[in-house]
Every structure is written in C-alpha cells, then in structure tokens.
C-alpha cells in the first residue's frame, strides 16, 4: 500500500483481557519499529524488526508486550492482560534498509478500562 | 546515539520563516541529523536529514554548522498546519536503528 497500515485505528478492552495490535508496513520495507506514546508525552520505542535478524526488543515493558513479524511482512504487537497504564496510542512504522526516514501509520489508540 | 537538545516551545507568525534549532555537541563522524514533525493527533511525519552539507527540499530547509555541533530547520513560510512538535534526532544510518525521541520543539504558527 502507499503508507503503513495500522489496525484497529481504536480499541476500548477490559483490564485483564488480551489485546492483538496490527501493522501492515510499506511494501519492501524491510524495518519495522513499533513505539507507544502515552497522552501527552513523547515517543516510547518499544521493539525494531530488521528482516530476519533478531528482533531489538529492549524497549519493552514488561513480559505482557510481545511482538511478532513474518518476514517483511505484517507485525502483530500483543499486550497480555491488559492495565491501565497500557493506555496509549501505539505507533508502528517502517523504513527501507537504506532508510531516508521512517513511515509512521496513524496509530491505535488503545483505551483501557 | 548522541543526545540533542531543543527549545520546548517556540512561535512564529504566519507566513514568515519558522527557524527551529538544535544542539547535538557530541554527535559523531558518522551520525547523520533527522527532522520529524507530529501534528496532533497523528503520527510523526519525517521531513529531512542530512550528514555535513546544508539540504533542502519541499519542506524544509537543513543548516548544519561546520563543527555539526547544532543544526536549525528551516520552514521558508510558514503556515498554520505547520503548527506540531518537531523532533531533532541523530543517529547512524543507512542501517535502521531504533530513533529515539526526545521531547521536542512544540512550534506554534500564529495568525
């Protein structure tokens, strides 16, 4: 597609519950970032794929977050029994491997009551 | 990566130059300077990069000080949908590292 592709664009879940977070990065981009911004305060990076390397995952959390990618295609970010302080929008982006710049999709903004 | 720092808020008025500056005194040989921008709501946007020479495109300008210590983006006239928070990052490239964000200039064009 022409820009990265973030879904659910909104998301409201129950503390406790699992939430599952997409990503569809620009096609050919072979790096993939996934970050969280809580209301208010800067960029939180959260975890990098590079094509089949090992993925940077030293921004996350806690073991509730967890992330996945195929390839160079889809990501999928997973927040295990969700809290309150996961409430956020969470921001993915993509960059080609000689990375004039990342993409950022428009984010979900994940509501957590 | 090396650290830089920002004004956190700035004005300007409309149709006039935006000049937004950075600071960057440790960056090394080989980290190149990048500019975002977010507007509300959105996610960040990248507007330009560049390693020792002055850039420009279509949305800005870049001016790096010969000792590449500061930089200061240029918006040549701005306008109202200018109005975001804009990032100043450097970092090594071409190989896709993980940006980190500091806390930005909040730019603030004016009628």
């Known amino acids: 597609g022409a820009g990265v592709s973030q879904s659910p664009s909104n998301k409201v879940t129950e503390k406790g519950k699992d939430v599952e977070l997409r990503c569809d990065p620009i096609s050919g981009h072979t790096a993939l970032y996934w970050y969280r911004q809580r209301l208010g305060q800067g960029l939180e990076f959260l975890i990098y794929?590079?094509?089949?390397?090992?993925?940077?995952k030293s921004g996350l959390p806690s073991d509730r977050f967890s992330a996945e990618r195929t390839g160079e295609s889809v990501s999928t970010l997973t927040i295990q029994r969700t809290q309150q302080e996961d409430s956020a929008v969470y921001l993915c982006?993509?960059?080609?491997?000689?990375?004039?710049?990342?993409?950022f999709g428009s984010g979900t903004r994940l509501t957590v009551v | 990566d090396a650290k830089t720092t920002q004004p956190p808020s700035m004005d300007c008025a409309e149709g006039r130059a935006a000049n937004l500056p950075c600071n960057h005194s440790t960056i090394s040989g080989n980290e190149y300077v990048y500019w975002y921008r977010q507007i509300h709501s959105q996610g960040p946007q990248y507007i330009i990069h560049?390693?020792?020479n002055n850039e420009t495109n279509e949305m800005a300008s870049l001016i790096i000080t010969e000792d590449r210590k500061s930089s200061t983006l240029i918006l040549p006239h701005a306008t109202l949908r200018d109005t975001a928070v804009y990032y100043c990052i450097v970092r090594v490239t071409p190989f896709s590292q993980k940006l980190v964000f500091g806390q930005g200039t909040r730019l603030t064009i004016n009628p």
């Open positions: 982006a993509s960059s080609p491997r000689t990375g004039s710049g990342y993409t």
């Open positions: 560049g390693l020792k």
């Open positions: 794929f590079q094509g089949n390397s090992a993925p940077d």
